[in-house]
């Protein structure tokens, strides 16, 4: 350190270093009141689960009444029982058939050659992500819908129009088909960043050896995504009990609630539209405790198994 | 092998692109082509702008066309601005209390409050049917400041030493060395906080009654997705053109701003901005 250094260092007193640290906790101030306020604020107000929400009264003085909330998740309500299964359902279909895709995508992309042709392919598969649903639940109506582009061709040939929207039979399906429309793409960009990083030599050896290309796919590609994939598994894991609420709710009045109610529309349509608040935080309430465990416990079996998971040990 | 692959990826692509095309060129369709063929259209015979001039002409889309830019606008400047600075202020090695404040935020990830407790909270502050209940609740994505942090971090410690020997103090090196440092990051993080003010239908759901503070992604869904008739009333204009034309020029121009800030966005896709801080 030059003597110019150590002159520097002794000039910046307490005063002086107590009036830098004060502007880095100014700095804090704004984004710490806005976590408090919408974070951790609610979070308390998750007492409200244990109390009969008087509006008038307020979250804080309504009176408490134990656990009188949770009676519907407890005695099985039917319309509780039917939203949970609905998305258990929903989130297992989506599990095993969308999950999938993207990887299948992100394979399919890196055997092409051009980089060229590599980036417009990206850019373009990227793009649905950008969109709300709103636009995507639109976009398909006005394609598969009973006068969309589809059956307006197939009654102008003179066949039967499909019956696709608004169909509670191929509902989970339709919802399916919409999340990889929108998401596969996206998705991919971190299988391809995981591919990026498995090491080119392995495969210039395994050639040499005379591996196959299956063989190469099954005992270099795959074993080089299997951290990223348990990785999204676990964060998948964590949000089973969450699809997508304006996927949801966008939908469901042409669909019916039997087929697309979920937990998250139940607790919005007993709760805000309803008036049951207490019922709809404790259904809430106990949705958040299970995605926390889930998390938690998929990330130490995660640990078990050798991999990092979520965070490390 | 190698052609099913670009098979495939051409399929994808299509499926990608074609609703694009259908919904733009059935936008720009003439009314009665539209209405012969009772809906979309994918060649227009001519080009016609009647359908934005009814829906642009000052009726409930173009207010909630103003909403949607304004909370925009105001939502990506408070977010951007209010981030980075909780993100540099928890980079900087000697900050008291660093740990309690990077440990409040990481674990804001794990918790998050559930729906009736967030609209309660929004209720106790007065917020109910304001512009800000589209703001406040969401200006700070904690996965948005780690990534900043995560950014900040890896700045070099050498030239914010210097500076602060020199006599800087942390606003100035904040302003002077880390912002400019770090321009590509903050263009990324903002365009994100953008296209997700953009999009907001669950906050505008919840916290706004009031039909006439609709942003644009509400009045989508009920002209377009639940396919309420507009009328001629709704839009202050006398002649109306098609539905399925109104239907389509409503959905452009709500995909339109998306589509023009996308080239910035993709441009970083490649850089890793968001992969590294995913992984790391």
């Given at each position: 350190?030059?003597?110019?250094a150590?002159?520097a260092?002794?000039r910046s007193?307490?005063?002086?270093?107590?009036?830098e640290?004060?502007?880095?906790?100014?700095?804090?101030?704004?984004?710490?009141?806005?976590?408090?306020?919408?974070?951790?604020?609610?979070?308390?107000?998750?007492?409200?689960?244990?109390?009969?929400?008087?509006p008038?009264?307020?979250?804080?003085?309504s009176?408490?009444?134990?656990?009188?909330?949770f009676?519907?998740?407890?005695?099985g309500?039917?319309?509780?029982?039917?939203?949970?299964?609905?998305?258990?359902?929903?989130t297992?279909?989506?599990?095993?058939?969308?999950?999938?895709?993207p990887i299948?995508?992100?394979?399919?992309?890196?055997?092409l050659v051009?980089?060229r042709?590599?980036?417009v392919?990206?850019?373009i598969?990227?793009?649905?992500?950008f969109?709300?649903?709103?636009?995507?639940?639109?976009l398909?109506?006005?394609?598969?819908?009973g006068?969309?582009?589809i059956?307006?061709?197939?009654r102008?040939?003179g066949l039967?129009?499909?019956?696709?929207?608004?169909?509670?039979?191929v509902f989970?399906?339709?919802?399916?088909?919409?999340?990889?429309?929108?998401?596969?793409?996206?998705a991919?960009?971190?299988?391809l960043?995981a591919l990026?990083r498995?090491?080119?030599?392995?495969?210039?050896?395994?050639a040499?050896d005379g591996?196959?290309?299956?063989?190469?796919?099954?005992?270099?590609?795959?074993?080089?995504l299997?951290?990223?994939v348990?990785l999204?598994?676990?964060?998948?894991?964590?949000?089973?009990?969450?699809v997508?609420f304006?996927?949801?709710?966008?939908?469901?009045?042409?669909?019916?609630?039997?087929?697309?109610?979920?937990?998250d529309?139940?607790?919005?349509?007993?709760?805000?539209a309803?008036?049951?608040?207490?019922q709809?935080?404790?259904?809430?309430?106990v949705?958040?405790?299970?995605?926390?465990?889930?998390v938690l416990?998929?990330n130490?079996?995660?640990?078990?198994?050798?991999?990092?998971g979520?965070?490390?040990r | 092998m190698?052609i099913l692959t670009a098979?495939v990826?051409?399929a994808?692509c299509a499926?990608?692109l074609?609703?694009?095309?259908?919904?733009?060129?059935t936008?720009?369709a003439?009314?009665?082509?539209?209405?012969?063929?009772?809906?979309?259209?994918?060649i227009p015979?001519?080009?016609?702008?009647d359908a934005?001039?009814s829906?642009?002409?000052?009726?409930v889309?173009?207010?909630?066309?103003?909403?949607?830019?304004?909370?925009?606008v105001?939502?990506t400047?408070?977010?951007?601005?209010v981030?980075?600075?909780l993100?540099?202020?928890?980079?900087r090695?000697?900050?008291v209390?660093?740990?309690?404040?990077?440990t409040l935020?990481l674990?804001?990830l794990?918790?998050?409050?559930?729906?009736?407790?967030s609209?309660l909270?929004?209720?106790?502050f007065?917020?109910?049917?304001?512009?800000?209940a589209?703001?406040?609740?969401?200006?700070?994505?904690?996965?948005?400041?780690i990534v900043?942090?995560a950014f900040?971090l890896?700045?070099?410690?050498?030239?914010?030493?210097?500076?602060?020997?020199?006599?800087?103090?942390e606003?100035q090196?904040?302003?002077?060395?880390?912002l400019?440092?770090?321009?590509?990051?903050?263009?990324?993080?903002g365009?994100?906080y953008?296209?997700?003010?953009?999009?907001?239908?669950?906050t505008?759901?919840l916290?706004?009654?009031?039909?006439?503070?609709w942003?644009l992604?509400l009045v989508?869904?009920?002209y377009?997705v639940n396919e309420n008739?507009l009328g001629a009333?709704?839009?202050?204009?006398?002649?109306?053109?098609?539905?399925?034309?109104l239907?389509?020029?409503?959905l452009?121009t709500?995909?339109v701003?998306?589509?023009?800030?996308?080239?910035?966005?993709?441009?970083?896709?490649a850089?890793g901005?968001?992969?590294?801080?995913v992984?790391g």
């Amino acid at each position: 350190m030059s003597r110019q250094a150590t002159a520097a260092t002794r000039r910046s007193t307490l005063p002086a270093r107590l009036r830098e640290q004060w502007l880095l906790t100014l700095f804090t101030l704004p984004g710490l009141a806005l976590l408090l306020a919408f974070q951790y604020y609610p979070l308390l107000g998750n007492v409200i689960a244990f109390k009969d929400y008087l509006p008038f009264l307020g979250v804080w003085d309504s009176p408490w009444v134990g656990l009188d909330n949770f009676a519907p998740l407890i005695s099985g309500d039917p319309r509780f029982m039917n939203a949970l299964l609905n998305t258990l359902l929903i989130t297992l279909v989506q599990t095993v058939v969308a999950f999938p895709v993207p990887i299948m995508l992100a394979l399919a992309l890196n055997a092409l050659v051009s980089e060229r042709v590599k980036r417009v392919v990206q850019s373009i598969l990227y793009l649905p992500h950008f969109l709300s649903w709103v636009i995507v639940v639109a976009l398909f109506q006005q394609f598969l819908g009973g006068s969309g582009l589809i059956n307006n061709t197939l009654r102008a040939s003179g066949l039967d129009p499909i019956h696709i929207i608004g169909n509670p039979d191929v509902f989970i399906a339709l919802l399916t088909a919409q999340v990889t429309w929108k998401d596969a793409g996206w998705a991919m960009i971190l299988f391809l960043a995981a591919l990026s990083r498995i090491d080119a030599e392995l495969y210039e050896a395994a050639a040499v050896d005379g591996a196959s290309r299956g063989r190469q796919l099954w005992h270099i590609t795959l074993p080089g995504l299997r951290g990223i994939v348990v990785l999204l598994l676990i964060l998948k894991l964590g949000d089973s009990l969450s699809v997508g609420f304006e996927q949801l709710i966008l939908q469901q009045a042409a669909v019916g609630l039997d087929a697309a109610e979920v937990l998250d529309t139940y607790v919005y349509n007993n709760g805000i539209a309803g008036g049951n608040w207490g019922q709809s935080a404790a259904v809430g309430l106990v949705k958040g405790i299970v995605g926390v465990v889930l998390v938690l416990s998929a990330n130490k079996v995660a640990h078990l198994f050798g991999e990092d998971g979520v965070y490390k040990r | 092998m190698r052609i099913l692959t670009a098979l495939v990826m051409a399929a994808a692509c299509a499926l990608v692109l074609v609703p694009f095309a259908g919904i733009i060129s059935t936008s720009l369709a003439p009314s009665d082509q539209v209405t012969r063929s009772g809906g979309m259209v994918l060649i227009p015979e001519s080009i016609s702008l009647d359908a934005y001039r009814s829906v642009l002409s000052g009726g409930v889309v173009t207010r909630a066309l103003l909403v949607s830019i304004g909370v925009t606008v105001v939502g990506t400047a408070v977010s951007l601005s209010v981030s980075a600075l909780l993100a540099y202020a928890t980079s900087r090695r000697h900050m008291v209390g660093r740990t309690a404040v990077v440990t409040l935020i990481l674990l804001s990830l794990l918790f998050t409050p559930g729906m009736i407790p967030s609209y309660l909270a929004v209720k106790d502050f007065g917020l109910i049917n304001s512009y800000a209940a589209l703001v406040l609740p969401v200006a700070l994505s904690a996965f948005n400041v780690i990534v900043m942090r995560a950014f900040f971090l890896g700045l070099p410690g050498e030239v914010t030493d210097a500076a602060r020997i020199d006599g800087a103090n942390e606003w100035q090196i904040f302003t002077r060395i880390a912002l400019p440092l770090s321009r590509a990051m903050l263009a990324v993080v903002g365009l994100f906080y953008a296209v997700g003010y953009w999009n907001a239908f669950f906050t505008a759901l919840l916290y706004l009654d009031d039909a006439a503070r609709w942003p644009l992604q509400l009045v989508l869904r009920t002209y377009v997705v639940n396919e309420n008739p507009l009328g001629a009333a709704d839009l202050g204009i006398d002649r109306l053109p098609a539905q399925p034309s109104l239907q389509m020029a409503i959905l452009v121009t709500s995909v339109v701003p998306i589509l023009c800030i996308y080239p910035f966005l993709q441009r970083h896709f490649a850089t890793g901005v968001l992969t590294g801080a995913v992984k790391g």
